[in-house]
């Protein structure tokens, strides 16, 4: 069983919290198919949250096909994550490195820098978070 | 959809002064909701209203499709935490619980008895000597005791420490997933608020500034933020909630149901908080129909 957290002060939804949090443990290999998730009632007891952000949360990992809710016994792990590419990550670190360098040699500044990252990143994960 | 309050043209009068004057309201019920609201406009007034201890001076309120003081039915439809969690000093705990049972019909003993035990609390012992926490607890198990539909609280954490608050958020979210009735509290702390509430009423002087789904109005309010420019100036789908100028700059909190696309902006999401506070500090006045004059802040 895994334990949620919250991070009240990252304006991430909390809902997408939970759902983010599932999707890692199941990257690191500590949810596994037939695991099962802490029901609404244990959640929102440690968390003091609403429980209707739990079973949204639930319901998203559900739509994904990552969890299925078995009626009176609690939600549970059907399929596992695979891990991320360490190759892919390493390679895009590499091209994103790249990227700054030439950035900060064109003479932009950190905070440039940071605003453009933002932008561009928001306009491609605009339909994602909302 | 079902309501759990209904207001129109609700007016409360104390000698010449109007606690609550003209308040409309729809409350959609099975969820849990946040009222909040500047000292004076008319929360606690409201809540009363909604548990039948105030009549109306004018128009008509109903909970859960009924009016607040139809008779002990209704009465026990509805649970009431009053500020600061009032129990009787000299009464012990146990007693707390006989009284309960005996003035409500629908009195669930084993909740209250579980409950608690389950907060280790020692029956025999007096409520006075209770610590705030505990005492707040204590108010919680006699108001879902009775099974209420509804459970309406004013300012159930205000004067409670961070410890007690957690606990008494996590007992009311526990209660909540178990039973899945409507809550509705008032509170200053909107980060608590944030936490357990999936529905916010913004209040000032009687009139509802806004309310909606929570997470709704998280997606739908933006901070945009460049060079000076005035409000006529952002397209018609965006409702200025805030606006701010420097001889250079300008900020707006602007609500829209579409992405802010223009690359001129900076845009950033708003907590609750920002939410709360622009709403609260906007001038009391719906009917405007053209764009707010500029106000040069700094």
Same mark, same amino acid.
């Given at each position: ?28 290999? =500590?949810?596994?198919? /037939?695991?099962?998730? !802490?029901?609404?009632? &244990? ?7 609403? *429980?209707? $952000? ?6 998203? =990992?559900?739509?994904? /096909?990552?969890?299925? !809710?078995?009626?009176? &016994? ?7 994550? *695979?891990? $991320? ?46 | ?298």
């Amino acid at each position: 069983m895994i334990e949620f957290q919250l991070d009240t002060g990252s304006g991430v939804a909390t809902y997408l919290q939970l759902v983010q949090q599932v999707h890692q443990a199941l990257q690191l290999g =500590l949810l596994e198919p /037939g695991d099962q998730l !802490p029901t609404a009632q &244990q959640v929102v007891a440690k968390l003091a949250i609403n *429980p209707n $952000t739990v079973l949204k949360a639930y319901r998203d =990992l559900e739509r994904e /096909g990552l969890v299925r !809710p078995r009626p009176g &016994q609690g939600t549970f792990i059907t399929r596992s994550l *695979p891990r $991320t590419d360490p190759a892919a990550q390493t390679r895009f670190l590499g091209s994103m490195t790249d990227w700054l360098r030439s950035a900060r040699a064109a003479g932009l500044g950190p905070d440039e820098i940071e605003a453009i990252y933002r932008t561009a990143f928001r306009s491609c994960f605009a339909e994602g978070v909302a | 959809m079902s309501f759990v309050i209904e207001a129109s043209g609700l007016g409360k009068q104390y000698g010449r002064r109007w606690a609550l004057r003209d308040c409309a309201l729809a409350i959609p019920a099975g969820r849990v909701v946040g009222l909040v609201g500047p000292n004076g406009a008319g929360k606690t007034t409201l809540l009363h209203l909604a548990v039948g201890l105030l009549a109306p001076t004018s128009g008509s309120i109903r909970v859960l499709g009924a009016s607040p003081a139809d008779g002990p039915a209704q009465l026990g439809r509805v649970g009431f935490v009053a500020q600061d969690t009032p129990v009787y000093t000299r009464l012990s705990v146990a007693r707390h619980l006989r009284m309960g049972a005996w003035l409500n019909p629908g009195w669930d003993r084993e909740i209250a008895e579980s409950r608690i035990e389950q907060l280790g609390l020692d029956p025999r012992q007096r409520a006075g000597t209770l610590s705030g926490g505990q005492r707040a607890q204590l108010a919680l198990t006699l108001a879902i005791a009775k099974r209420p539909e509804c459970l309406i609280l004013d300012e159930p954490v205000a004067s409670l420490d961070p410890l007690a608050r957690r606990d008494f958020l996590s007992s009311l979210m526990e209660i909540v997933a178990a039973q899945g009735l409507s809550v509705v509290l008032t509170s200053h702390l909107v980060a608590d608020l944030e936490r357990v509430c999936d529905y916010l009423v913004v209040l000032v002087a009687s009139k509802v500034q806004v309310a909606g789904e929570v997470s709704e109005l998280l997606s739908s309010h933006h901070r945009l933020s460049g060079a000076r420019r005035d409000a006529s100036s952002l397209p018609a789908n965006q409702e200025v909630i805030e606006e701010s100028h420097t001889d250079r700059q300008s900020t707006f909190l602007v609500r829209t149901s579409d992405p802010v696309h223009d690359p001129a902006w900076t845009v950033r999401p708003v907590t609750l908080d920002d939410l709360v506070i622009a709403y609260m500090s906007r001038p009391a006045n719906p009917e405007r129909t053209h764009r707010p004059q500029l106000k040069v802040t700094s």
